[in-house]
């Protein structure tokens, strides 16, 4: 046991003391927070300048008619459409509208000064379309007809919540919106810490081995006990990043959030963490909006996922990482382990593509049976946490997959300590099963 802890502490001064490491646990924090702020970001500079827009109406009908607003600017002109572009330089653009729009909607065009965007022609199509529609509609002889569409337009928000929770009081659900980009987040978070903490393991055991430090190494340690001090070494490294990170996201962001939010906006997002979402509603404001900002300023919604995240991170890393070491040592060069590695990069692609079709119904049969098997349930598992599934299958499902760690690391050690003596050969699947069965 005191062998496993050297390696391991060896293993971890190693790469907790190189600046890369340094560099990224530090980086990343920030561009999480970066992320965090982005929706309060937007919302502060989203506003551009000003676009002013001439308008050439031969028809005479939708000039008068076009609405002014914060980005765009509508000023109708007397000027012929060839004369108005010639002299008109200084505005953003020149609206020409021919004189038979009703039949031929077809016939506008806009000469912009500079570049355009789809957010500036979208506004002024929309525009444009609801004019005529609303002028085709006179045709009809219907009395108050502005008054008419006002009245009948409108727009439905419907709120969810938990009846398997609580059939007496309202437990408000998590916004489907914000469950479904921090499912994805936090599933491509699962997949690159496998792939590439697992990766890690597997070229130093290559560096190792080819140096000849590994034969010196188990002279005086089991082979087992030096792959477990590795996998658990770098293991630790991979946890002190995410307790950094959680530390930091969750200290910055709780301070950092609120400042660049809105007031309103803030106390409809503390009504939504209130289950007072008619009070949220009150102020007009975009619930799904509501509802990422709640759940970003949740500081214990926040430290549950972070806590998950490190469980699933740390139990399916060290399922991984002993099939990496593996595979490690049963080549001499990381171009030789590419045909070996395939096996076990395979799961983890294909929780990858689970995944995608697991965020689209989190509770179909594929995502609990993809969510317990443990080469899928990192990735498929934290991209359905987030749409607060019953505790029980995330207990199980961590139970399920450090059970298998134990048994990959028995399995792997048998390959391990056979194969850091190989040199010179690339073992075949038949001969690692070979070696499975050797009886020390």
Known sequence: MSNIFLIVQREFNERVRKKSFIVTTLLMPVLMLGLMAAPALIMQFSRGDRKRIAVVDESGLVASRLQSGDELVFEPTDLAADEARRELTDRFGVLCIGSDILTNPNNVRLYANSSSSL???????????????????????????????????????????????????????????????????????????????????????????????????????????????????????????????????????????????PSDVMAGAQAMQAGLPDAAAAGGMDPTMLSAVAAMTDMGYVVKIFVCLLLFVFGGYLLYSAMFAAVGSAVDSVQDASQLQLPVTLPVILALFAMFAVIKDPNSQLAFWFSMIPLTSPVVMMARIPYDIPMWEIVLSLALLYVSFVGMVWLAAKIYRVGIFMYGKKPTFRELAKWLRYKY
């Open 119 to 261: 957010t500036v022609e979208s506004t002024i199509t929309g525009q444009i379309e609801q004019i005529l529609e609303a002028e085709k509609l006179k045709g009809y002889n219907i009395g108050n007809l502005s008054q008419i569409l006002d009245d009948v337009k409108t727009t439905v928000v419907m709120q969810t919540y938990r009846n398997d929770k609580s059939q007496e009081e309202n437990s408000q659900a998590q916004s489907s919106v914000v469950a479904t980009v921090l499912g994805y987040v936090l599933g491509f978070v699962l997949y690159m810490f496998l792939l590439i903490y697992g990766s890690m393991v597997m070229q130093s055991v290559i560096e190792e081995k080819n140096s000849r430090v590994l034969e010196v190494m188990v002279s005086s340690v089991r082979p087992f006990d030096l792959m477990l001090g590795k996998i658990l070494g770098v293991a630790m490294v991979a946890v002190v990043q995410i307790v950094v990170w959680a530390v930091l996201i969750c200290g910055v962001g709780s301070v950092l959030i609120p400042s660049l939010m």
